[in-house]
């Protein structure tokens, strides 16, 4: 055996059994009550989803909601803790994404697993054979590999090292390695994120080929306009549930929109109590001078132009703006650069009446910056330290701080310091020479706010705050905002959760493909439009 | 004169090229084997143990070979498996190896016998060739074997299933796995593979130049061959014009004096192979490193 | 004590689990050991006994257990300073030969000042040489991205031929068996207590003290230990990686020259071509051993100047070359490393 079997239909014993089940109406994929937890996360609840062969299926819904969990255990990345899903109405167990192959389905993820290095047809082939198979013919491996493009219709060529390719090519090269083994369900984890308009209209092609063919495919996405122009079925997902199954002649954007939103007024007698908002907390009257002015910014991603694509945005003194938005917006782009971490492309932030096209921790410091993030736990506490070397790192980094002289530390200017952080802030359990990563997340968080937030902050940039904390550590970090906010200080929360969003703001503003797609006072909201900006399709939004 | 020059030179060469080429298969599945010196002396002390015993040379150098590829399995336990801090554990290795063949030649070989050494062979035609001729072509037969060693690995990794997965191993485990193919599994087996032919290169250090061992006797030929790979950037081809400069570098170290070079101090000439490869290493081959090396696989 | 962090963090990490595991590695290092020592000839016991006596047994024993341990702790502190900035120093080899040349050369030909004088800049010159080559190393790093490990790899062997060459030819009247002359008794560094043990052994010592100090105290040591265990949240807080970098490994080289002066300088009374077998890589053992925190190096180096010296020994009493020394300490560190009693640390390749 030289080459891998060649691509061929109505092979015996192959994958055609997901859509001989065509006629007898048997789904290619199904599943049954999913659950999956993630520590304390519920990621899916009692998910029951099924794909009939020939069909193109949108997996519809925010971060967070639980989409692509749900298409990594189908694709036999990650084992669901209850229920049960069959291929071809058999019941399976994938042990690993091979065993899913097996079965033919398969996942293109959204970080590669193409290997640069290696070419086009050997990218392809990767796997197809035992390494114990001694022989490996590039020229028969080529003109597998090129027939297999052609049958699929993609122009590449097969010799070419994949780091010469384009992103959208080698989102081809991805998809085709699937169907080079016979996959007859093809999962897509957010396909469109980073390829340009045109790319995409050739991808929606390509895909629409494929259902021609009998394959079906999932495509996971949060963009309405794509559900709408590609999907034959939708299923939406919210907070890790099913919350709407739409077949296509019930497609529309408002229907759409409020199943993955969630926008019934119901929804929002949100109860502040259990956000931590006590009624009797005093709403601050007005807020003051603008603290932070963004304009035209424009920050570049990590393989993308323009995450962040000329935003604009304002934060006053005494106010908190919340900017809602999917994740993958440029919402990271952004804080990267307000903190300083990321390079700033184009546009200008000003800062009280400073204003600079580039930051740098340092300076964000001493203009009074401080920026929590959740997300980054990882980046924003240090592990092997002790809670008095962490609550008071950049201040004893800084050789011009009080707290150390000829390079010593002074320990005894620390320990009053700490002691009043670890009190301030809660620190449980308060001795400042354990080490952090004995403490739990909530505790670590304090830390951190005690780090950022011990001189009161003209600024405060909250990214994803209080991700993955237990209540009542939501509800110290909400308060701790908000007081905040009624002395004076200006504050921005990133959140992607919308009833937390909704109940800190005083303004709201929503963040889609790297730019304000919609702003508003929380009181005067339109849920609708709000929604709407949300899923890419507010007015004046490029979809 | 310049054919004794050539003739030194090959005859150095053959062990450089042979551990090189060991490195190369071993990094470019993504392991960083500082630990090949001490594999190279093992291999010498292998070589010489069975010379001892009886058998002939060539049931030695196979014996090297083998043992190599033992300690391939073993560093694969500690490297893979275990996943240990590859520069440290090859640190270590190193010492322990130097450690038990210097123990056991004391016990076992008896000081000061020093072995025959291979024999030449004269192709026929090519050998009369004026100037490279003996040189190139007068050469025992493992010389002419390495050179084949070079073509060899060359097919295993680029004309081979295992070369293909091991090339993937080393540039992006992952995609390996998500594959279906076991990363770990292919390691081991180029480590099998990278120190048998290392272990080979200590063998030839016997049996081409003193016929016996003695403690040490690689000298840190090991760590140059690491210099060496990055110089040839990881490719078995680019090893044989690479190992052919240092084996130069050090055989006019031997015959500074044929060249008036008597005034320029040995131990300067002898620099010659280090500051080669720090240049090397400096002027920058950064972007061709299997993006993987060193950096032991798990899934997450 | 408050600055040992914790007692509650430490009786967390020292579970049973753990225990075992460290158990385990010393029965089997015994035991694999024993076995070589059959293999070589030996009787396991009367060699283990013979390694006891030869270092801890006699007094001549004991004081180069002392000395050794003392040049072990140095080069300890070489591979542990930048080893908690995440850097692996191997080049100690290299840092302690500049370091003994260049103590070596301001001890032989700066005449003039007050011996005693002369001694303290022989010190200096060591420290300062080892730092220089470290750094260098570092700056290769910093400017081109070339790889620290080759670089320090092969600058070992440059230095140690630079410091034959030296031998040979910038001192008067080289001395025997490839060596300098030896070193004026009124420069060489006192002994204690009127004794045979040099003062070096203090100065050691000193060092630990002034390691620990360093990455507890200060605020370099602060931030070394964040750049170690979390070079973004480190950068984000204000600290320039690349200076931190930089000063770590000079330092460590700093330590590893001072031990190559001291040898020189307190040990052996001149600078011998063979006078180093391999402690700086034997350093890195005991850095590994003494999971790169100062005060462990201590009783790190001891256990290793233990089965060194008493490997000496090994040869006279029961005929065991001295090498077994470095079978029994790699072997040991081996199974420590691959039993997991010190953990595989953050993956950090090769970049």
């Known amino acids: 055996m030289t080459a891998p079997k060649p691509l061929t239909e109505g092979t015996p014993g192959s994958n055609e059994e997901l859509t001989r089940g065509a006629a007898a109406g048997t789904p290619a994929v199904e599943a049954r009550g999913l659950r999956r937890t993630f520590g304390e996360l519920v990621a899916n609840d009692d998910v029951d989803f099924t794909v009939r062969p020939g069909e193109i299926h949108a997996l519809l819904g925010e971060n967070g909601a639980g989409k692509t969990t749900l298409g990594t255990m189908l694709a036999g990345l990650l084992k669901p803790d209850r229920g049960e899903i069959l291929a071809g109405g058999e019941p399976v167990a994938f042990g690993s994404p091979r065993d899913a192959l097996r079965h033919g389905i398969g996942m293109v993820q959204q970080h590669s697993v193409l290997v640069p290095g290696l070419t086009v047809a050997e990218n392809l082939v990767l796997g197809t054979e035992s390494s114990w198979n001694p022989r490996l013919r590039h020229r028969a491996v080529e003109r597998w590999a090129a027939e297999l493009c052609e049958r699929f219709g993609a122009g590449l060529d097969v010799s070419a090292p994949l780091a010469t390719l384009s992103i959208d090519e080698v989102q081809q090269v991805e998809i085709l390695r699937l169907l080079g083994r016979d996959v007859r369900v093809l999962i897509l984890d957010e396909p469109t994120a980073v390829l340009a308009r045109a790319h995409a209209e050739r991808l929606f092609e390509a895909l629409r080929g494929l259902r021609e063919r009998g394959c079906s495919v999932v495509i996971v996405t949060h963009k309405l306009s794509e559900v709408i122009e590609l999907a034959d079925r939708a299923t939406v997902l919210r907070h890790g549930r099913v919350v709407a199954r739409l077949d296509r002649p019930e497609f529309n954007e408002d229907a759409l929109a409020s199943a993955v939103v969630g926008t019934e007024l119901a929804e929002f007698g949100h109860e502040p109590a259990a956000i931590g908002v006590s009624e009797d907390m005093p709403r601050h009257g007005g807020a003051g001078d603008v603290v932070l002015a963004i304009e035209d910014l424009v920050v570049d991603g990590e393989r993308s132009a323009g995450a962040v694509d000329r935003l604009s945005l304002q934060v006053r003194a005494g106010e908190v703006l919340g900017l809602a938005g999917v994740e993958g917006n440029g919402q990271a782009e952004l804080i990267e650069a307000l903190s300083g971490v990321r390079g700033v492309s184009s546009g200008t932030v000003r800062i009280g009446d400073r204003t600079l096209t580039q930051l740098d921790p340092r300076t964000l410091d001493r203009l009074g910056v401080a920026v929590v993030s959740s997300e980054r736990r990882r980046w924003d506490v240090v592990q092997d330290l002790s809670i008095e070397e962490n609550i008071l790192l950049s201040e004893l980094a800084d050789p011009a701080s009080d707290f150390s002289r000829w390079g010593f530390l002074r320990r005894s200017k620390m320990d009053a310091a700490v002691a009043e952080r670890i009190k301030a802030f809660d620190v449980r359990p308060a001795d400042p020479s354990r080490s952090v990563a004995t403490l739990s997340g909530g505790n670590q968080q304090r830390v951190v706010l005690g780090r950022e937030l011990a001189h009161r902050p003209r600024l405060l940039i909250a990214a994803y705050p209080t991700h993955g904390l237990d209540v009542a550590a939501v509800r110290f970090v909400h308060r701790t905002l908000l007081k905040l906010r009624d002395e004076a200080t200006a504050v921005l929360v990133v959140s992607a959760d919308r009833d937390e969003l909704f109940a800190l703001s005083d303004r709201v503003a929503v963040l889609y493909r790297g730019r304000i797609g919609y702003e508003a006072e929380r009181e005067k909201a339109d849920m609708r439009q709000f929604s709407r900006a949300m899923v890419g399709l507010g007015e004046g939004a490029t979809a | 004169m310049v054919e004794l020059l050539l003739t030194t030179t090959v005859l150095l060469t053959v062990p450089l090229l042979l551990a090189t080429l060991g490195e190369i298969v071993t990094e470019r599945a993504g392991v960083l084997n500082i630990g090949i010196e001490g594999v190279m002396l093992f291999g010498a002390f292998a070589a010489a143990g069975v010379i001892q015993l009886g058998p002939g040379r060539p049931v030695a150098v196979l014996a090297a070979a083998a043992l190599g590829a033992a300690l391939g399995v073993l560093l694969a336990v500690l490297f893979v498996a275990r996943r240990v801090n590859q520069i440290v554990g090859g640190v270590l290795f190193n010492l322990f190896a130097l450690g038990l063949t210097t123990v056991l030649f004391d016990r076992y070989f008896d000081a000061g016998a020093t072995g025959s050494v291979f024999g030449k062979l004269a192709l026929p035609l090519l050998s009369d060739l004026p100037v490279v001729g003996p040189a190139l072509f007068d050469q025992p037969l493992l010389a002419y074997l390495s050179v084949v060693l070079a073509g060899l690995v060359w097919w295993l990794l680029t004309r081979t299933w295992f070369g293909l997965h091991l090339r993937a191993a080393g540039e992006r485990p992952r995609a390996l796995d998500s594959a279906g193919v076991s990363v770990g599994g292919i390691r081991t087996a180029a480590l099998a593979v990278g120190c048998a032919l290392v272990a080979l290169g200590g063998a030839a250090l016997v049996v081409l130049q003193s016929g016996a061992f003695t403690p040490n006797i690689t000298e840190g030929r090991g760590f140059i061959a690491l210099g060496i790979v990055l110089v040839a950037r990881w490719s078995p081809w680019w090893a044989l014009p690479a190992v052919a400069l240092f084996g130069l570098a050090e055989s006019v170290k031997f015959q500074a004096s044929t060249f008036g070079l008597e005034s320029v101090p040995p131990e300067f000439l002898a620099m010659l192979p280090y500051l080669v490869a720090i240049v090397t290493v400096t002027v920058g081959t950064a972007a061709r490193y299997p993006a993987a090396l060193g950096v032991p696989y798990v899934r997450e | ?351």
């Not at chain 3, 420290?127 to 620290?148: K, S």
Request: hydrophobic share 60%.
């Open chain 3, 1 to 351: 004590m408050r600055r040992l962090g914790s007692l509650a963090d430490w009786r967390q990490r020292l579970d049973w689990r753990y225990l075992a595991r460290l158990l385990a590695s010393l029965a089997l290092t015994l035991l694999l050991v024993g076995l070589i020592f059959d293999l070589a000839g030996a009787d396991p016991v009367a060699a283990f006994e013979a390694l006891i006596r030869g270092s801890l047994g006699n007094p001549l024993g004991v004081e180069q257990t002392i000395e050794l341990g003392a040049i072990l702790v140095l080069a300890g502190l070489a591979v542990t300073i930048p080893a908690r900035a995440s850097l692996w120093n191997i080049g100690g080899e290299g840092q302690i030969f500049a370091g003994a040349l260049a103590a070596a050369s301001v001890a032989l030909k700066v005449t003039g000042p007050d011996p005693a004088i002369v001694m303290l800049l022989a010190l200096l010159a060591g420290l300062l040489a080892g730092a220089a080559v470290a750094a260098v190393a570092g700056a290769l790093r910093a400017l081109t991205g070339a790889n620290e490990v080759l670089t320090t790899l092969m600058l070992n062997f440059v230095i140690a031929l630079l410091t034959f060459y030296a031998i040979t030819n910038w001192f008067p009247a080289a001395g025997i068996r490839g060596s300098t002359p030896e070193i004026p008794r009124d420069v060489e560094l006192p002994t204690l207590l009127g004794g045979d043990i040099t003062s070096g052994v203090l100065l050691a010592l000193a060092c630990v003290v002034a390691a620990h100090v360093l990455l507890t105290r200060t605020r370099l040591g602060l931030t070394i230990r964040a750049v170690g265990a979390n070079p973004e949240a480190a950068r984000h807080n204000g600290i320039r990686l690349g200076s931190v970098y930089t000063v770590s490994f000079a330092i460590g080289g700093a330590f590893a020259g001072l031990a190559g002066a001291i040898v020189v300088l307190g040990i052996d009374g001149l600078l011998a071509r063979d006078f180093s077998p391999g402690y700086g890589f034997v350093g890195i053992a005991v850095a590994l051993l003494a999971r790169s925190r100062p005060l462990l190096v201590v009783p790190a180096a001891a256990l290793f100047s233990i089965v060194t010296v008493g490997g000496s020994y090994l040869e006279s009493a029961v005929g065991l070359s001295a090498d077994v020394a470095l079978v029994i300490q790699g072997t040991l560190l081996l199974l420590l490393l691959a039993l997991w009693v010190i953990p595989p640390q953050r993956a950090a390749g090769v970049r």
